[in-house]
T-cell receptor, first 113, second 115 residues
């Protein structure tokens, strides 16, 4: 079956530090890959996505590249802000079918001033 | 509003009681999903509807869990004879259609606590 493994948190960084959250996956076929974010007190929302190998998803300064050869989709940001403090979920959905999503366990990021 | 709406936001029930959780998806969205999110974990799939048809219920933990979407819009997740292990956040998500790469739009969830 499909699975997503992401680095455990919590991750604590100082403002303007570089962020990497590692994510690897196991899937059959050619899944689409996502990063969802959950800010405190809010629901899950899409941060970025990539639908095929070598695609780069980007949003709000965050980036992730779909690496089929290493089955990875690591999230990066060059300079984090306090407002980036949230829980980040790596996820995938199968190609074809109805796009059931498999999530990782989430990584909590805390950015301190 | 324009987003996915779930109610109630919080639900406390005694063990053995039945509960019903409601989801109002974005208008016109064909696909509707229910997920269960335990504390400190990622959401786990429960069931999927395409319009009014329940095409996948493989994630429902037991026959105490039942979901419906009779008119292809609002959905209800019902849990009978609740147990403490049912305590979790229940998330509903919808998407316009089942196509590759289609992201899902999530509601804020219902936090269920079983005493």
């Amino acid at each position: 079956g499909n699975s997503v493994t992401q680095m455990e948190g919590p991750v604590t960084l100082s403002e303007e530090a570089f962020l990497t959250i590692n994510c690897t996956y196991t899937a059959t076929g050619y899944p689409s890959l996502f990063w969802y974010v959950q800010y405190p007190g809010e629901g899950l929302q899409l941060l970025l996505k990539a639908t095929k190998a070598d695609d780069k998803g980007s949003n709000k300064g965050f980036e992730a590249t779909y690496r089929k050869e290493t089955t990875s989709f690591h999230l990066e940001k060059g300079s984090v802000q306090v407002s980036d403090s949230a829980v980040y979920f790596c996820a995938l959905s199968d190609s074809g079918g109805y796009q059931k999503v498999t999530f990782g366990t989430g990584t909590k990021l805390q950015v301190i001033p | 509003g324009a987003g996915v709406s779930q109610s109630p936001r919080y639900k406390v029930a005694k063990r053995g009681q039945d509960v019903a959780l409601r989801c109002d998806p974005i208008s016109g969205h064909v696909s509707l999903f229910w997920y269960q999110q335990a504390l400190g974990q990622g959401p786990e799939f429960l069931t999927y509807f395409q319009n009014e048809a329940q095409l996948d219920k493989s994630g429902l933990p037991s026959d105490r869990f039942f979901a419906e979407r009779p008119e292809g819009s609002v959905s209800t997740l019902k849990i009978q004879r609740t147990q403490q292990e049912d305590s979790a956040v229940y998330l509903c998500a919808s998407s316009p259609e089942p196509t590759d790469g289609q992201p899902q739009h999530f509601g804020d969830g219902t936090r269920l606590s079983i005493l």
